[in-house]
């Protein structure tokens, strides 16, 4: 873990809950002076958030709080750092996701059905002949009320990408990026998300797909050039992930 290789640590982390070595505990060594802490679930959220696993890191991060036992370490502080940053990460996507949503456009009203001037009264007799009835003017027609817009395939296909970096669905990711390109969406944000899809993946994959890694850096260089928000970027981009990057 303090070499930054976080993969494998969450290799060991998941092993050692598999034995049965799931409770943290604070074991004191041959010294009063010297004290082992042993919490898998604070460094499991550890080494995930940094992956950019962000839901699952902040479950092992809570589960690790649930314990109690962190509360008296140092550790702590970190602990209760990374789950603000998480909880303000996932409200922020969240929102981000709201907003990308489009409004339905609201029905136009009909006109207001003109009401018909009241017959006029009749005269009173006089040895003139009867006046013969005027017809009722016929009632005006109603029109027909206008459906709703279609909604785009590409609004839909946003939406689903949001949903599919956020889960960690990096495989549907790409194809969603690759069908909204081919489509002639340049948005910076399709960058943004192409840029985190790819690099999650060069990372998950023990950094060995090199190409992966350069179309990161290509996306991330294009959401720039497109004027991208720079805290958005914040958001979504982990330190973990710019420091692979090469960003500051």
Same mark, same amino acid.
């Given at each position: 873990?303090?070499?930054?290789?976080?993969?494998?640590?969450?290799?060991?982390?998941?092993?050692?809950?598999?034995? #049965?070595?799931?409770?943290?505990?604070?074991?004191?060594?041959?010294?009063?002076?010297?004290?082992?802490?042993?919490?898998?679930?604070?460094?499991? #959220?550890?080494?995930?958030?940094?992956? #950019?696993?962000?839901?699952?890191?902040?479950?092992?991060?809570?589960?690790?709080?649930?314990? #109690?036992?962190?509360?008296?370490?140092?550790?702590? !502080?970190?602990?209760?750092?990374? $789950?603000?940053?998480?909880?303000?990460?996932?409200?922020?996507?969240?929102a981000a996701a709201s907003a990308a949503r489009?409004?339905?456009?609201?029905?136009?009203?009909?006109?207001?059905?003109?009401?018909?001037?009241?017959?006029?009264?009749?005269?009173?007799? !006089?040895?003139?002949?009867?006046?013969?009835?005027?017809?009722?003017?016929?009632?005006?027609?109603?029109?027909?009320? !206008?459906?709703?817009?279609?909604?785009?395939?590409?609004?839909?296909?946003?939406?689903?990408?949001?949903?599919?970096?956020?889960?960690?669905?990096?495989?549907?990711?790409? !194809?969603?990026?690759?069908?909204?390109?081919?489509?002639?969406?340049?948005?910076?944000?399709?960058?943004?998300?192409?840029?985190?899809?790819?690099?999650?993946?060069? $990372?998950?994959?023990?950094?060995?797909d090199e190409a992966l890694l350069a179309r990161?850096?290509?996306?991330?260089?294009?959401?720039?050039?497109?004027?991208?928000?720079?805290?958005?970027?914040?958001?979504?981009?982990?330190?973990?992930?710019?420091?692979?990057?090469?960003?500051?």
């Amino acid at each position: 873990m303090k070499r930054g290789d976080y993969r494998a640590g969450i290799d060991s982390l998941e092993k050692a809950l598999a034995t #049965g070595h799931a409770t943290p505990v604070e074991r004191l060594g041959t010294t009063r002076a010297f004290a082992d802490h042993y919490d898998p679930y604070y460094w499991l #959220g550890v080494a995930r958030m940094e992956l #950019g696993q962000e839901a699952r890191a902040k479950d092992a991060l809570e589960r690790s709080r649930s314990f #109690g036992v962190i509360s008296a370490w140092p550790e702590s !502080t970190d602990l209760e750092s990374r $789950l603000r940053v998480l909880e303000t990460r996932a409200a922020e996507r969240a929102a981000a996701a709201s907003a990308a949503r489009p409004e339905p456009t609201p029905l136009p009203l009909p006109p207001a059905t003109p009401t018909p001037a009241p017959p006029p009264l009749a005269p009173r007799p !006089t040895p003139t002949p009867e006046l013969v009835p005027t017809a009722a003017p016929p009632a005006p027609e109603l029109p027909t009320a !206008t459906p709703l817009p279609f909604v785009t395939p590409t609004s839909e296909e946003r939406r689903n990408l949001v949903a599919a970096v956020s889960a960690a669905d990096f495989e549907l990711a790409a !194809t969603l990026v690759d069908r909204l390109r081919a489509r002639g969406d340049t948005s910076p944000d399709v960058d943004l998300l192409d840029c985190v899809t790819s690099v999650s993946q060069f $990372l998950l994959e023990g950094r060995k797909d090199e190409a992966l890694l350069a179309r990161a850096r290509r996306a991330l260089r294009a959401y720039r050039a497109k004027g991208g928000n720079s805290r958005a970027e914040a958001v979504w981009i982990s330190p973990a992930m710019s420091a692979v990057l090469g960003t500051p």
